[in-house]
C-alpha cells in the first residue's frame, strides 16, 4: 500500500468507528482480516493515524467543523504533522488508492488560521469533563488532563507466582526493554512502542504474567486478601483482580467472583486454567439476586464498579467524545446501588473495597460519600492500614502514603504516578 492508501483507510476505519459502538482496536483488527493485502507495516502505519486523531479528535473536528474520518485525517495532516496545504493535496490526489481531492471548504479551513482553542478543547476532553478535572486538581488539571489523552500508554505486566527479576531477564533475552513497576512489586512495564505481543510470548501461555495496568494491580492488593479468607470479587469483569486476589491467597480460602454478565464470567475461565487458579464463579440477577449465602461472611469484598472509563482514555481515547454528563449522573446512582448490595457480604472487621478506573469526582469521591452516608456500621479505613503488603513495593507504599495524605482514599493517574485513572476507598464494617 502507498502512504496516499493508508490515509483512505485511516479515514474508513474512523467512519467505522465514528457509526459504531466497538472499541477500535476490535474496528482495527476487523480492517486488517478484511483486507489481507495490508502487510503488517501498512497495518501500523494506519493504526498510526488512526489513534493520532482520535486522541486529537475534539481539535481537529474544530479545526474542521467536521467530525467525518475524512476531515479528522486532513485536520491530522495539517494541525499535528505541519504539512503545507500543496503537500496535503498531492495525497489527496485522488490518483490510484489515493483519497479523492480536496474540496475548496477543505482547503479553506486548513489555510484559514485556527486562532486560540480553549484550553479543554486543546486537551481533546469533553467541556464538562475538564470542568471536572479542575475541581480536583486546580491549576494542574491541563497536565492531568494530556497525560490521560495524548501519549500512548505503556504495557504492564504481573508476574504470577514467578521471580520478577528472571522474568525480566528473559524478556530482555528477546529483545525486549522491560521496567520494573514503581509501585507494585510485581509489576514489569513495557514500552508502548514499538508494540509488543504480549500474548505470543511463551510466559504469557504459561500463566507466568497477566496483562495488567499497575493501578489496577494495586487496586487489587489493597483488598489484602490472605490465605484461609473468604473474598468476593463482585463486579469481576475481565478478572485481572480476581487472579492477582488468588496469587495473594496462595491457593487457601476461597474467593467468588461474580458479575451480570455472563460472557465476562466465561472471559475469566481460561484466564484461571492458564495460570492454575481456581475461583467460584457466579451470575448475578439484576438486583444482585446469587450472593444470599454469603450475607455477612467475607472477610474482604472489592466492588470494582461499572464506570465511565475515563481513566483508560490514553489507552481507548475513541470513547472519551462518546460519554455525556447524563451518562456519569446514572453511573453514579448505580455504584451507590452496587456498593450497598456488595456491603452486606461483608462480615464485622471485615473490609470493603470500592475502586473505579474513573477520575470524575462524581463516580469516586462522590460515590464513596453517599456510601459513608447512609452506611455508619462502615468506618474509613486509612490507606496506611493496607499498604503493608509483599505485592507492593516498600518504596511504592511510602509513595502511596504520601498521595492518601493520611486518608482512605487513594487517586492514581498518568500524571501522578504514571499509571491508568484510578480510585480506590477503603472501609471496615464495625466489629
Same mark, same amino acid.
Given at each position: 500500500?502507498?502512504?496516499?492508501?493508508?490515509?483512505?483507510?485511516?479515514?474508513?476505519?474512523?467512519?467505522?468507528?465514528?457509526?459504531?459502538?466497538?472499541?477500535?482496536?476490535?474496528?482495527?483488527?476487523?480492517?486488517?482480516?478484511?483486507?489481507?493485502?495490508?502487510?503488517?507495516?501498512?497495518?501500523?502505519?494506519?493504526?498510526?493515524?488512526?489513534?493520532?486523531?482520535?486522541?486529537?479528535?475534539?481539535?481537529?473536528?474544530?479545526?474542521?467543523?467536521?467530525?467525518?474520518?475524512?476531515?479528522?485525517?486532513?485536520?491530522?495532516?495539517?494541525?499535528?504533522?505541519?504539512?503545507?496545504?500543496?503537500?496535503?493535496?498531492?495525497?489527496?490526489?485522488?490518483? $490510484?488508492?489515493?483519497?479523492?481531492?480536496?474540496?475548496?471548504?477543505?482547503?479553506?479551513?486548513?489555510?484559514?488560521?485556527?486562532?486560540?482553542?480553549?484550553?479543554?478543547?486543546?486537551? $481533546?476532553?469533553?467541556?464538562? !469533563?475538564?470542568?471536572?478535572?479542575?475541581? !480536583?486538581?486546580?491549576?494542574?488539571?491541563?497536565?492531568?488532563?494530556?497525560?490521560?489523552?495524548?501519549?500512548?500508554?505503556?504495557?504492564?505486566?504481573?508476574?504470577?507466582?514467578?521471580?520478577?527479576?528472571?522474568?525480566?531477564?528473559?524478556?530482555?533475552?528477546?529483545?525486549?526493554?522491560?521496567?520494573?513497576?514503581?509501585?507494585?512489586?510485581?509489576?514489569?512495564?513495557?514500552?508502548?512502542?514499538?508494540?509488543?505481543?504480549?500474548?505470543?510470548?511463551?510466559?504469557?501461555?504459561? $500463566?507466568?504474567?497477566?496483562?495488567?495496568?499497575?493501578?489496577?494491580?494495586?487496586?487489587?492488593?489493597?483488598?489484602?486478601?490472605?490465605?484461609?479468607?473468604?473474598?468476593?470479587?463482585?463486579?469481576?469483569?475481565?478478572?485481572?483482580?480476581?487472579?492477582?486476589?488468588?496469587?495473594?491467597?496462595?491457593?487457601?480460602?476461597?474467593?467468588?467472583?461474580?458479575?451480570?454478565?455472563?460472557?465476562?464470567?466465561?472471559?475469566?475461565?481460561?484466564?484461571?486454567?492458564?495460570?492454575?487458579?481456581?475461583?467460584?464463579?457466579?451470575?448475578?440477577?439484576?438486583?444482585?439476586? $446469587?450472593?444470599?449465602?454469603?450475607?455477612?461472611?467475607?472477610?474482604? !469484598?472489592?466492588?470494582?464498579?461499572?464506570?465511565?472509563?475515563?481513566?483508560?482514555?490514553?489507552?481507548?481515547?475513541?470513547?472519551?467524545?462518546?460519554?455525556?454528563?447524563?451518562? !456519569?449522573?446514572?453511573?453514579?446512582?448505580?455504584?451507590?446501588?452496587?456498593?450497598?448490595?456488595?456491603?452486606?457480604?461483608?462480615?464485622?472487621?471485615?473490609?470493603?473495597?470500592?475502586?473505579?478506573?474513573?477520575?470524575?469526582?462524581?463516580?469516586?469521591?462522590?460515590?464513596?460519600?453517599?456510601?459513608?452516608?447512609?452506611?455508619?456500621?462502615?468506618?474509613?479505613?486509612?490507606?496506611?492500614?493496607?499498604?503493608?503488603?509483599?505485592?507492593?513495593?516498600?518504596?511504592?507504599?511510602?509513595?502511596?502514603?504520601?498521595?492518601?495524605?493520611?486518608?482512605?482514599?487513594?487517586?492514581?493517574?498518568?500524571?501522578?504516578?504514571?499509571?491508568?485513572?484510578?480510585?480506590?476507598?477503603?472501609?471496615?464494617?464495625?466489629?
Amino acid at each position: 500500500m502507498t502512504p496516499h492508501a493508508h490515509l483512505a483507510a485511516a479515514a474508513d476505519i474512523l467512519d467505522r468507528i465514528r457509526s459504531g459502538r466497538a472499541p477500535a482496536e476490535g474496528v482495527l483488527k476487523d480492517w486488517g482480516r478484511q483486507n489481507r493485502y495490508a502487510g503488517s507495516k501498512d497495518r501500523r502505519a494506519i493504526a498510526d493515524r488512526v489513534y493520532k486523531c482520535l486522541r486529537a479528535q475534539a481539535r481537529l473536528a474544530h479545526l474542521m467543523q467536521d467530525e467525518s474520518g475524512r476531515a479528522l485525517v486532513i485536520g491530522s495532516l495539517a494541525l499535528i504533522d505541519g504539512l503545507a496545504i500543496d503537500a496535503i493535496s498531492e495525497a489527496f490526489s485522488g490518483v $490510484g488508492y489515493a483519497p479523492s481531492p480536496l474540496t475548496d471548504e477543505e482547503r479553506r479551513r486548513i489555510s484559514a488560521d485556527p486562532g486560540e482553542a480553549p484550553a479543554w478543547l486543546e486537551a $481533546g476532553l469533553p467541556g464538562f !469533563v475538564a470542568d471536572r478535572l479542575k475541581t !480536583v486538581y486546580g491549576d494542574q488539571w491541563l497536565t492531568e488532563a494530556e497525560a490521560l489523552m495524548l501519549p500512548r500508554a505503556p504495557i504492564d505486566l504481573r508476574v504470577n507466582g514467578d521471580d520478577r527479576d528472571s522474568l525480566k531477564q528473559g524478556l530482555e533475552m528477546l529483545g525486549y526493554k522491560p521496567a520494573l513497576t514503581p509501585f507494585s512489586a510485581l509489576g514489569l512495564r513495557l514500552p508502548s512502542e514499538p508494540p509488543p505481543n504480549v500474548r505470543a510470548l511463551p510466559a504469557f501461555g504459561q $500463566g507466568r504474567i497477566e496483562i495488567q495496568d499497575e493501578g489496577s494491580q494495586l487496586a487489587g492488593f489493597l483488598v489484602g486478601a490472605e490465605p484461609g479468607m473468604t473474598v468476593v470479587d463482585y463486579c469481576a469483569g475481565g478478572g485481572g483482580k480476581t487472579l492477582a486476589m488468588l496469587q495473594a491467597m496462595g491457593g487457601q480460602g476461597r474467593l467468588i467472583a461474580s458479575d451480570v454478565e455472563k460472557t465476562r464470567l466465561n472471559n475469566i475461565r481460561p484466564r484461571l486454567k492458564r495460570a492454575g487458579l481456581e475461583a467460584d464463579l457466579r451470575q448475578l440477577g439484576a438486583d444482585g439476586e $446469587g450472593m444470599e449465602d454469603l450475607v455477612g461472611l467475607a472477610d474482604r !469484598v472489592l466492588v470494582d464498579a461499572p464506570c465511565s472509563g475515563s481513566g483508560v482514555w490514553r489507552r481507548r481515547p475513541e470513547t472519551a467524545h462518546a460519554l455525556t454528563e447524563a451518562e !456519569v449522573l446514572r453511573l453514579h446512582a448505580l455504584q451507590v446501588t452496587i456498593l450497598k448490595r456488595a456491603a452486606r457480604l461483608v462480615k464485622p472487621g471485615g473490609r470493603l473495597v470500592y475502586a473505579t478506573c474513573s477520575i470524575l469526582p462524581d463516580e469516586n469521591e462522590q460515590s464513596a460519600a453517599a456510601f459513608a452516608s447512609a452506611h455508619p456500621e462502615f468506618t474509613p479505613l486509612p490507606l496506611d492500614a493496607a499498604l503493608a503488603v509483599p505485592q507492593i513495593s516498600p518504596d511504592g507504599a511510602r509513595q502511596l502514603s504520601i498521595l492518601a495524605n493520611g486518608g482512605h482514599m487513594l487517586r492514581l493517574s498518568p500524571a501522578a504516578t504514571q499509571t491508568d485513572g484510578f480510585f480506590v476507598a477503603l472501609f471496615e464494617r464495625k466489629a
